[in-house]
């Protein structure tokens, strides 16, 4: 409440980008927004930044979030008309984030992703350890024509002690998206500190907020409009390609 109270008297700085490429914003299918109150909530905040484009990527996940493009579709549907009720001038689309296990095999083996614009397709990895047949499964995404991108990999506790990872996989076509959330040190000391070498090895090509609920989109909020960001989004701005995510 008194975040909000202060935000109100104080100008929002905004985003040097407007599309935000990893968010829970669509209502009922994850563990992100619960409804449609809360989506349009969490889209405003958005707007406040200078967010104009929001990419829709709910977990799809084996057993927690097993969700198909009808899900999906359907929860898309209903945003989109509250959206359009509300008179928000934001820019929707539909795609997810792909946690990589048993259930992603099947529904890539079935021709099942629900790709950005321009193919590109959002990864996650387990928390626990990196994927076995990581580097062949980008290969083939590749292969395929699709382009991928690494949710987060900052966040992954096995990179953090092994930044030549980073590397490896950066050659190997994987495109990395970094959290702002990662920067204000909400994920810990050990996201934080791996966010800035990445920032500092020019290893970041996408920046997201990830949000799951509108706190997530208040902590952002006043983080950019702290000196460290500006500091820091100067070196970030000229490696960044969020508006390029289109056809
Ligand atoms: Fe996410």
Not at 169 to 183: C, D, E, K, M, Y
Request: no cysteine; glycine share 4%.
């Amino acid at each position: 409440m008194l975040g909000k109270l202060f935000r109100r008297n104080k100008e929002q700085v905004k985003l040097f980008y407007h599309t935000d490429v990893h968010s829970h914003i669509l209502p009922g299918v994850d563990h992100g927004s619960q409804s449609i109150e809360q989506s349009l909530e969490m889209l405003r905040a958005e707007a406040e930044m200078g967010i104009s484009r929001v990419i829709l990527t709910s977990h799809v996940t084996a057993i927690t979030f097993e969700n198909t493009r009808e899900t999906l579709t359907d929860a898309f549907l209903k945003l989109k008309d509250a959206v359009t009720d509300e008179g928000l001038d934001m820019e929707l689309y539909l795609s997810a984030e792909y946690r990589m296990d048993e259930y992603y095999d099947k529904e890539y083996a079935a021709d099942h992703l629900l790709p950005m614009p321009g193919n590109h397709v959002l990864l996650e990895n387990s928390f626990q350890q990196e994927l076995m047949n990581l580097d062949e499964l980008l290969f083939d995404m590749q292969v395929k024509g699709y382009r991928t991108i690494l949710a987060h990999p900052e966040r992954y506790p096995y990179y953090s002690r092994r930044h030549k990872r980073y590397e490896q996989l950066h050659n190997a076509g994987a495109r990395f998206q970094v959290n702002i959330l990662s920067f204000t040190g909400y994920f810990g000391e050990e996201a934080r500190e791996s966010a800035l070498w990445l920032v500092k090895n020019h290893l970041i090509d996408y920046l997201g907020s990830d949000m799951h609920n509108v706190k997530h989109a208040h902590i952002i909020m006043d983080y950019i409009n702290s000196k460290e960001w500006r500091k820091l989004s100067r070196e970030i701005e000229p490696i960044i390609k969020n508006d390029y995510i289109t056809d």
